[in-house]
């Protein structure tokens, strides 16, 4: 994060009543009882110095929103720090959407606090969403990086793949980031083969998710088995398999429905007892 630049609440400045998505490295401050909500930014005003922001994240139409980074210990009385995958299915979607852009803006600031073309410390555009360098003129706008999520289909079956960072029980999709120079389709035949090494076919667009994580977006798909056998590439994941949509193999994981991984094998899964647990 930026070094901190000593600011204090000002409620003259702000809409007090406007909702405070306020971070501290990457938990987000929130009221917990009776049920999560995101604070107020009249509730922070004693919650220690401001690293980053206020920034303005609604849209319109929407309530008014801020995102601001907070000092290490705010000493908030009656709130608590979630990470955001914590925070899936406690807070409204709506909540969620601008949590994830609350936290990309964040990141966005604080990672061209200085000009990486030449070193020279930045400063905001008072027109628009972005820093400019003083010295050579740079632009820097709050930036994601697209990856591929893919549901490929066998028939009866589906493709579920384990993480190298997941655990034993917990299987999603096919995923990789976009390289340069690629369409969304072409990283997605790239990351399926590369991954599981079989040739796919009917890739069709499904959705997509903001995933700031911190700043991708996840763009779904499906896509049909066309042609190949299962050879998994260890330094990928550590393990694929078909599994029938009817009925999941016992002790399998899934993800979360708020996911888009956990929407897409759901749109096809068919309900039953066994159909495993959610993460």
């Known amino acids: 994060m930026e070094a901190p630049s000593q600011v204090s609440l000002n409620k003259d400045a702000w809409d007090p009543s406007a909702a405070a998505f306020a971070f501290v490295d990457a938990k987000m401050l929130v009221l917990p009882a009776p049920q999560v909500r995101v604070p107020l930014l009249?509730?922070?005003?004693?919650?220690?110095?401001?690293?980053?922001?206020?920034?303005?994240?609604?849209?319109?139409?929407?309530?008014a929103a801020v995102a601001l980074s907070m000092t290490a210990r705010p000493g908030c009385p009656g709130l608590e720090l979630k990470g955001l995958r914590e925070l899936f299915g406690l807070l409204p979607e709506a909540d969620m959407e601008v949590a994830a852009r609350a936290f990309?803006?964040?990141?966005?600031?604080?990672?061209?606090?200085?000009?990486?073309?030449?070193?020279?410390?930045?400063?905001?555009?008072?027109?628009?969403?972005?820093?400019?360098?003083?010295?050579?003129?740079?632009?820097f706008y709050p930036r994601i990086t697209p990856a591929v999520i893919t549901l490929v289909r066998r028939?009866?079956?589906?493709?579920?793949?384990?993480?190298?960072?997941?655990?034993?029980?917990?299987?999603?999709?096919?995923?990789?980031?976009?390289?340069?120079?690629?369409?969304?389709e072409q990283a997605v035949e790239r990351e399926v083969f590369e991954e599981v090494g079989i040739k796919i076919r009917d890739i069709s667009y499904y959705g997509s998710q903001s995933w700031p994580f911190p700043s991708q977006l996840m763009v779904g798909f499906t896509a049909n088995h066309a042609d190949g056998e299962l050879r998994i590439n260890?330094?990928?994941?550590?393990?694929?398999?078909?599994?029938?949509?009817?009925?999941?193999?016992?002790?399998?994981?899934?993800?979360?429905?708020?996911?888009?991984?956990?929407?897409?094998?759901?749109?096809?899964?068919?309900?039953?007892?066994?159909?495993?647990?959610?993460?």
């Open 42 to 63: 009249s509730e922070l005003e004693r919650c220690g110095t401001i690293l980053g922001g206020p920034f303005e994240v609604s849209r319109p139409g929407e309530r």
């Open 234 to 279: 260890h330094s990928e994941i550590s393990d694929a398999r078909w599994c029938a949509i009817s009925e999941l193999p016992g002790g399998i994981d899934l993800p979360t429905k708020y996911s888009i991984s956990g929407r897409l094998i759901r749109s096809v899964l068919v309900p039953t007892p066994s159909s495993g647990a959610e993460r």
């Open 155 to 184: 028939g009866p079956e589906i493709l579920l793949a384990r993480g190298l960072r997941f655990g034993p029980r917990f299987y999603s999709l096919i995923a990789g980031f976009v390289e340069a120079g690629e369409t969304l």
């Open 104 to 139: 990309q803006t964040l990141e966005w600031s604080a990672a061209h606090a200085f000009c990486g073309r030449c070193g020279a410390p930045t400063v905001y555009s008072a027109s628009e969403t972005a820093r400019n360098c003083p010295s050579c003129g740079a632009i």
